[in-house]
Protein backbone atom coordinates (compact mmCIF):
# COMPACT_ATOMS: atom_id res chain seq x y z
CA UNK A 1 0.00 0.00 0.00
CA UNK A 2 1.21 3.73 -0.79
CA UNK A 3 0.09 6.99 0.34
CA UNK A 4 0.54 9.64 -2.30
CA UNK A 5 2.01 12.85 -0.81
CA UNK A 6 -0.42 14.73 -2.20
CA UNK A 7 -3.04 13.55 -0.27
CA UNK A 8 -5.63 10.92 -1.59
CA UNK A 9 -6.92 7.26 -0.67
CA UNK A 10 -4.06 4.20 -0.51
CA UNK A 11 -3.41 2.60 -3.72
CA UNK A 12 -1.93 -1.03 -4.23
CA UNK A 13 1.39 -1.05 -5.63
CA UNK A 14 3.25 -3.79 -7.76
CA UNK A 15 6.80 -4.05 -6.08
CA UNK A 16 8.90 -3.34 -8.46
CA UNK A 17 7.23 -0.03 -8.94
CA UNK A 18 8.13 1.08 -4.99
CA UNK A 19 11.54 1.14 -5.88
CA UNK A 20 10.63 4.51 -7.08
CA UNK A 21 8.78 5.15 -3.82
CA UNK A 22 9.82 3.53 -0.97
CA UNK A 23 13.89 4.38 0.93
CA UNK A 24 16.31 1.84 -0.69
CA UNK A 25 16.09 -0.23 3.10
CA UNK A 26 12.55 -0.53 2.63
CA UNK A 27 12.47 -1.30 -0.83
CA UNK A 28 15.04 -4.41 -0.23
CA UNK A 29 13.11 -5.20 3.06
CA UNK A 30 9.58 -5.43 1.17
CA UNK A 31 11.65 -7.63 -1.32
CA UNK A 32 12.55 -9.97 1.29
CA UNK A 33 8.73 -10.35 2.73
CA UNK A 34 7.63 -10.51 -0.53
CA UNK A 35 9.90 -13.73 -1.19
CA UNK A 36 9.24 -15.55 2.13
CA UNK A 37 5.54 -15.25 1.41
CA UNK A 38 6.10 -16.51 -2.16
CA UNK A 39 8.48 -19.52 0.06
CA UNK A 40 5.66 -20.26 2.35
CA UNK A 41 2.83 -20.17 -0.43
CA UNK A 42 5.25 -23.19 -2.24
CA UNK A 43 6.12 -25.17 0.24
CA UNK A 44 3.19 -25.75 2.50
CA UNK A 45 3.80 -29.59 2.48
CA UNK A 46 7.01 -31.88 3.04
CA UNK A 47 8.50 -33.34 -0.42
CA UNK A 48 9.90 -36.15 1.07
CA UNK A 49 6.77 -37.08 3.18
CA UNK A 50 4.20 -35.38 2.24
CA UNK A 51 3.42 -33.99 5.92
CA UNK A 52 2.50 -30.38 7.00
CA UNK A 53 5.55 -27.33 6.83
CA UNK A 54 5.64 -25.24 9.55
CA UNK A 55 7.50 -22.19 10.35
CA UNK A 56 10.76 -23.20 12.58
CA UNK A 57 12.68 -19.93 12.24
CA UNK A 58 11.97 -16.51 10.32
CA UNK A 59 13.23 -17.63 7.53
CA UNK A 60 12.88 -21.42 7.55
CA UNK A 61 10.35 -24.36 7.59
CA UNK A 62 10.61 -28.00 9.36
CA UNK A 63 7.71 -30.85 8.20
CA UNK A 64 5.89 -31.99 11.03
CA UNK A 65 6.37 -35.63 10.21
CA UNK A 66 9.77 -36.16 9.58
CA UNK A 67 11.80 -33.08 10.80
CA UNK A 68 12.58 -32.13 7.24
CA UNK A 69 14.05 -28.83 7.31
CA UNK A 70 13.42 -25.74 4.16
CA UNK A 71 15.25 -22.43 4.11
CA UNK A 72 14.22 -19.86 0.71
CA UNK A 73 16.31 -21.23 -2.69
CA UNK A 74 17.79 -18.21 -4.88
CA UNK A 75 18.30 -18.49 -8.29
CA UNK A 76 20.97 -17.29 -9.14
CA UNK A 77 21.41 -15.03 -12.31
CA UNK A 78 24.30 -13.58 -14.43
CA UNK A 79 24.55 -10.25 -15.89
CA UNK A 80 27.28 -9.02 -17.88
CA UNK A 81 28.34 -5.79 -19.97
CA UNK A 82 30.32 -6.72 -22.56
CA UNK A 83 32.60 -3.76 -24.21
CA UNK A 84 34.07 -3.33 -27.41
CA UNK A 85 36.82 -0.68 -27.52
CA UNK A 86 34.08 2.48 -27.56
CA UNK A 87 31.04 -0.12 -27.60
CA UNK A 88 28.60 -1.45 -25.67
CA UNK A 89 27.01 -4.92 -26.57
CA UNK A 90 22.84 -4.72 -26.22
CA UNK A 91 20.36 -6.65 -26.51
CA UNK A 92 16.47 -7.08 -26.40
CA UNK A 93 15.33 -9.91 -25.27
CA UNK A 94 11.59 -11.62 -26.19
CA UNK A 95 10.79 -11.37 -22.73
CA UNK A 96 11.11 -7.85 -22.06
CA UNK A 97 7.51 -5.67 -22.21
CA UNK A 98 8.69 -2.99 -23.48
CA UNK A 99 11.03 -1.55 -25.91
CA UNK A 100 14.18 -1.05 -23.84
CA UNK A 101 17.60 -2.98 -24.55
CA UNK A 102 19.33 -4.30 -21.80
CA UNK A 103 22.10 -6.92 -21.23
CA UNK A 104 23.27 -10.69 -21.73
CA UNK A 105 21.96 -12.36 -18.73
CA UNK A 106 21.08 -15.63 -17.76
CA UNK A 107 20.43 -18.31 -14.94
CA UNK A 108 23.36 -20.08 -13.07
CA UNK A 109 23.31 -23.91 -14.15
CA UNK A 110 23.92 -26.75 -11.88
CA UNK A 111 28.18 -27.25 -11.73
CA UNK A 112 29.09 -24.51 -13.14
CA UNK A 113 30.94 -21.06 -11.80
CA UNK A 114 29.62 -17.93 -12.28
CA UNK A 115 32.68 -16.79 -14.72
CA UNK A 116 31.38 -20.01 -16.59
CA UNK A 117 28.17 -18.96 -17.15
CA UNK A 118 29.08 -15.84 -18.01
CA UNK A 119 30.84 -16.94 -20.87
CA UNK A 120 28.06 -19.57 -21.53
CA UNK A 121 25.60 -17.18 -21.73
CA UNK A 122 26.98 -14.32 -24.11
CA UNK A 123 28.17 -17.44 -26.72
CA UNK A 124 24.89 -18.81 -26.33
CA UNK A 125 23.07 -15.97 -27.17
CA UNK A 126 25.73 -13.95 -29.43
CA UNK A 127 28.23 -16.12 -30.39
CA UNK A 128 30.97 -14.11 -29.20
CA UNK A 129 34.16 -14.48 -27.14
CA UNK A 130 34.83 -12.52 -24.37
CA UNK A 131 38.11 -11.71 -21.95
CA UNK A 132 38.94 -10.08 -19.06
CA UNK A 133 35.67 -10.66 -16.63
CA UNK A 134 35.57 -8.74 -13.49
CA UNK A 135 33.32 -8.95 -11.34
CA UNK A 136 30.75 -5.40 -10.71
CA UNK A 137 28.11 -5.96 -8.21
CA UNK A 138 25.15 -7.98 -7.03
CA UNK A 139 21.41 -6.88 -6.41
CA UNK A 140 18.29 -9.18 -4.86
CA UNK A 141 16.23 -9.72 -7.33
CA UNK A 142 12.81 -10.45 -5.45
CA UNK A 143 10.82 -11.58 -8.82
CA UNK A 144 10.06 -13.93 -7.72
CA UNK A 145 13.25 -14.98 -5.99
CA UNK A 146 16.42 -14.19 -7.78
CA UNK A 147 19.56 -13.03 -6.99
CA UNK A 148 21.17 -10.68 -10.49
CA UNK A 149 25.26 -11.13 -10.08
CA UNK A 150 26.94 -8.52 -12.39
CA UNK A 151 30.07 -8.70 -14.45
CA UNK A 152 32.02 -6.85 -16.98
CA UNK A 153 33.97 -7.95 -19.95
CA UNK A 154 35.69 -7.17 -22.78
CA UNK A 155 35.09 -8.66 -26.61
CA UNK A 156 37.64 -10.84 -27.58
CA UNK A 157 36.31 -12.34 -30.94
CA UNK A 158 33.68 -13.14 -33.45
CA UNK A 159 30.85 -11.62 -35.03
CA UNK A 160 27.62 -11.34 -33.38
CA UNK A 161 25.00 -14.15 -34.12
CA UNK A 162 21.69 -13.84 -32.20
CA UNK A 163 19.92 -16.58 -30.53
CA UNK A 164 16.78 -15.55 -31.90
CA UNK A 165 14.89 -18.04 -29.64
CA UNK A 166 15.48 -15.67 -26.54
CA UNK A 167 16.27 -12.48 -28.65
CA UNK A 168 14.68 -9.99 -31.10
CA UNK A 169 17.51 -7.98 -31.79
CA UNK A 170 21.35 -6.75 -30.37
CA UNK A 171 24.06 -4.87 -31.26
CA UNK A 172 27.08 -2.54 -30.25
CA UNK A 173 25.93 0.87 -29.85
CA UNK A 174 28.05 3.94 -28.98
CA UNK A 175 27.58 6.21 -26.20
CA UNK A 176 26.04 8.89 -28.16
CA UNK A 177 23.45 6.43 -29.70
CA UNK A 178 22.22 4.22 -27.48
CA UNK A 179 18.99 2.40 -27.22
CA UNK A 180 16.02 2.72 -24.89
CA UNK A 181 17.46 2.02 -21.14
CA UNK A 182 16.27 -0.07 -18.74
CA UNK A 183 14.63 0.75 -15.48
CA UNK A 184 16.94 2.83 -13.50
CA UNK A 185 15.88 0.11 -10.60
CA UNK A 186 17.80 -2.34 -12.42
CA UNK A 187 21.57 -3.75 -12.29
CA UNK A 188 21.52 -3.41 -15.67
CA UNK A 189 20.53 0.30 -15.94
CA UNK A 190 23.88 0.19 -13.34
CA UNK A 191 25.95 -1.41 -15.42
CA UNK A 192 24.85 0.86 -18.99
CA UNK A 193 25.25 3.80 -16.54
CA UNK A 194 28.86 3.69 -14.84
CA UNK A 195 30.13 2.35 -18.39
CA UNK A 196 28.59 6.23 -19.38
CA UNK A 197 30.27 7.60 -17.09
CA UNK A 198 33.95 6.25 -17.84
CA UNK A 199 33.61 7.32 -21.05
CA UNK A 200 32.55 10.58 -20.46
CA UNK A 201 35.82 11.02 -18.53
CA UNK A 202 37.35 10.34 -22.15
CA UNK A 203 35.60 13.39 -23.62
Known amino acids: MWHSPKGGDLQMVPLRKTFHILP ?4 QLAGKCAEL ?27 C ?23 ILMV ?14 GFVETGETLEECV ?3 VWEETRLRI ?8 QPWPYPCGLMVGFTADYLAGEISL ?5 SDGGW ?24 KQTDKHF
Open 24 to 27: PDDY
Open 37 to 63: VYFHQNNKFCGVCGGQMKWQTEISKQC
Open 65 to 87: ECGKELWPSLATAIIVRVTRGDE
Open 92 to 105: HAHTFRDRHYGLVA
Open 119 to 121: QRE
Open 131 to 138: TNIRYFAS
Open 163 to 167: QREEL
Open 173 to 196: YSRDRLPFLPDPSSIAYRLIDDWV
